[in-house]
């Protein structure tokens, strides 16, 4: 079975630049998940998706940070502008309908200098 | 969202068994304890969860307290690829909505050959 995959692995970038992340979860995981994981810290989650609805957002900064997922499927994370604090990994997790245990992919580094 | 305390780190040496602690004493009856774990440079994997029982799988054994405000992940023999940062996580129990994880600092577990 194919795990959850996420590109770019490595990114850098200049404060106030732009970009996007992409996630490609498991064929067939309703819900899915961006969490944002600084350096030294737990994940932290931004933004949950249930199909193509957003659950919570609630700890999603929407001035700079955007998410979507088109039909139901993978998904995209876009930062505009960057800041300095926004060096992270960002993580996308999907989830089986019915099940407890969440799907991790590998993560995308950030790096705003 | 119900909290866990974890030990920052902990030491182990190898092919001995280790005990990682969890206290949740706010946790509530639909509330699922969950454990994942993160090896360096990659997203969290999935160990074990339990609700009210002890549970065992491949990887390791979950003791819950009797009255559910502790629980302890036994890792029966370390191996040094088990060095990793190990997460104390309560769940709500609605699967129906995706329970989200909502992870805190963990426990670095490093074990010594």
């Known amino acids: 079975e194919a795990g959850v995959a996420q590109s770019p692995r490595y990114k850098i970038i200049e404060k106030r630049q732009s970009v996007a992340f992409w996630c490609n979860p498991i064929?067939?995981?309703?819900?899915l998940y961006w969490y944002q994981q600084i350096l030294g810290q737990g994940p932290k989650l931004l933004i949950q998706?249930?199909?193509?609805?957003?659950?919570?957002d609630s700890q999603l900064p929407k001035d700079r940070f955007s998410a979507e997922r088109l039909k139901g499927v993978d998904s995209t994370l876009k930062i505009q502008p960057a800041k300095l604090e926004d060096s992270a990994v960002y993580l996308c997790?999907?989830?089986?309908?019915?099940?407890?245990?969440?799907?991790f992919g590998e993560g995308s580094r950030l790096t705003v200098l | 969202d119900a909290k866990t305390t974890q030990p920052n780190s902990m030491e182990s040496n190898e092919e001995e068994p280790v005990h990682l602690p969890c206290n949740h004493s706010?946790?509530?009856?639909?509330?699922?304890i969950h454990w994942y774990r993160q090896l360096p440079s990659q997203g969290p994997e999935y160990v074990i969860h339990?609700?009210?029982s002890n549970v065992n799988n491949r990887m390791a054994s979950l003791a819950i307290a009797e009255d559910r405000k502790s629980s302890t992940l036994i890792l029966h023999r370390a191996t040094l690829r088990d060095a990793a940062v190990y997460y104390c996580?309560?769940?709500?129990?609605?699967?129906?909505?995706?329970?989200?994880?909502?992870f805190g600092q963990g426990t670095e577990l490093s074990v010594k050959p």
């Open positions: 339990g609700l009210t």
């Open positions: 064929s067939g995981h309703a819900t």
């Open positions: 998706f249930q199909n193509n609805g957003v659950v919570d």
């Open positions: 997790a999907s989830l089986p309908a019915y099940t407890g245990e969440l799907f």
């Open positions: 706010t946790i509530s009856g639909t509330d699922y």
């Open positions: 996580i309560l769940r709500d129990g609605n699967y129906n909505q995706g329970g989200k994880l909502i």
